[in-house]
């Protein structure tokens, strides 16, 4: 049974941590200095503070008026709470979205439904009726609760084996969930009219084995299939842990991702979802980020499900919290903490989703915390909204914090050296992650140019300019500008 939507949403998920040894951290390629504030306007890099939470990530999601929705829940209050994001970065008042309940997932899903959210859950509420079991069932905006549905999308209502799930839908809007529980992971395609959904839920057995961690995602851009990603841990053979992701719709075996094994640091008393994200165009492809099998979590892997090898991330070396999901024109953002430096990284991929582009850095309000957590919006927005859950440096409680970033130009000049003993032309290359940026704005020696569909421009210094380094800036719409030199010799 499928449910209509207008517009679609790519799973958004946030890694399993690790924890935190001392050593050397790479620092990232860009550095913005931005402090933290609590006006309802952040700007980029600023955060605002939303309120306590159960120790775990916030839930995003970005709709077409581009403006980002956070769902978190409250601490000891058995609510979740939403908080608006405009395109701008004015966050809004937060507000509870659900009463009466004893108890709900700290960590529920947020897909399309139209041009607001589903919020899909587990939570029990009432001593009878289906409520009461612990079912994952949805609910949609709605004033001044929000609306729970009929629906369910779980036969096994054991409420602490839906805790830790994750949902998607597909182009049909069609929707499928997935958590840890009975022999290893449960999943169903496709919601049931009743509440508990009607039928067993379909599985995949862990045999002497733990799975956790779970994560979901359809290839909207691609095959269309759904893939569901977990943890496998504590194996009677060792060789089997490690993170796994399986094509639901083609029922193959689960892969293990390459390089993944025991990383027992990873494992937390509340676990993330493993990072997983389909792009949004140029084929799809269903993509997991994850820690390289070595002592201590030395870096993260990228991998697209099914490829032979593994990339590196950069800069990710003893990351914490990393999240993942899906950017404009088929990019990917990645998001992660830096306990060392007390900072949120961000950076996002090239459109083949097999570079880097430059690292943000921002500084966090929090306490330096092993659990700090994070969540990232979706969607086609030059913008990112970041959710930010750790503890308050003023109140040492689990607090959730959201702020915007952007991804940065990078700029290069060719040559970079030159004399005054004639004219030159310096030709000006402006990238996003190898990408070419047209129409971006390169500012030198008081000029103003644009770059070309290549992400080039020319400039001419005449001869017996005078000697010294000139900088050029380069800058365009939802970017960090970058910059590079010149330099003039007699």
Request: aromatic share 8%; glycine share 12%.
């Amino acid at each position: 049974m499928s449910r209509p939507s207008l517009s679609r949403r790519l799973a958004t998920a946030a890694a399993t941590g690790c924890l935190m040894f001392a050593g050397t951290v790479a620092g990232p390629a860009a550095v913005s200095q931005a402090g933290t504030h609590r006006s309802s306007a952040p700007g980029l890099g600023h955060w605002t503070e939303l309120g306590l939470s159960q120790s775990a990530p916030p839930e995003l999601w970005l709709g077409p008026d581009h403006r980002g929705w956070v769902v978190w829940a409250a601490a000891t209050t058995h609510q979740y709470r939403l908080a608006m994001v405009s395109a701008t970065g004015k966050v809004g008042k937060p507000s509870t979205i659900t009463k009466g309940w004893s108890g709900v997932i700290a960590q529920p899903t947020l897909v399309s439904n139209g041009k607001s959210p589903l919020l899909i859950f587990s939570g029990q509420k009432g001593s009878s009726g289906g409520l009461s079991a612990g079912c994952a069932v949805g609910a949609t905006p709605a004033s001044p609760q929000w609306h729970v549905q009929s629906w369910s999308l779980s036969n096994n209502c054991v409420f602490s084996n839906v805790g830790f799930g994750d949902a998607a839908e597909n182009k049909s809007g069609q929707l499928a969930a997935g958590w840890f529980g009975g022999p290893g992971v449960e999943y169903r395609i496709g919601i049931s009219p009743t509440i508990p959904a009607t039928g067993k839920d379909s599985g995949i057995t862990l045999t002497l084995s733990h799975g956790d961690a779970v994560a979901m995602a359809n290839n909207t851009a691609g095959n269309g299939h759904y893939y569901l990603a977990f943890y496998r841990f504590f194996s009677k053979n060792a060789a089997k842990d490690g993170v796994y992701v399986k094509d639901l719709t083609a029922n193959g075996a689960p892969l293990k991702a390459p390089l993944t094994g025991t990383v027992m640091s990873t494992y937390q008393i509340r676990p993330q979802r493993v990072p997983m994200a389909s792009p949004n165009a140029h084929g799809g492809g269903v993509y997991l980020a994850y820690c390289k099998n070595k002592a201590n979590c030395p870096t993260y892997l990228l991998w697209k499900a099914g490829a032979k090898k593994a990339i590196t991330v950069p800069h990710t070396k003893l990351a914490l919290g990393l999240a993942m999901s899906d950017g404009p024109d088929g990019r990917l953002w990645l998001a992660w903490y830096n306990e060392q430096q007390n900072r949120v990284i961000v950076m996002r991929t090239n459109k083949a989703d097999n570079r880097f582009g430059p690292a943000r850095s921002v500084p966090v309000p929090c306490d330096q915390d092993g659990n700090t957590h994070l969540a990232l919006t979706s969607g086609n927005s030059g913008r990112l909204d970041v959710g930010l859950e750790c503890l308050s440096a003023k109140q040492t409680k689990p607090t959730v914090f959201v702020t915007q970033s952007e991804a940065s130009l990078s700029i290069s000049a060719k040559p970079g050296k030159i004399t005054n003993t004639h004219s030159n032309k310096v030709t000006f290359t402006v990238n996003d992650a190898g990408d070419p940026v047209a129409g971006a704005k390169v500012k030198i020696a008081g000029k103003t140019l644009t770059t070309s569909k290549k992400g080039t421009v020319s400039f001419t210094f005449a001869k017996g300019a005078k000697p010294g380094t000139y900088t050029a800036t380069a800058s365009a719409t939802d970017y960090f500008s970058g910059t590079t030199t010149v330099k003039i010799s007699s």
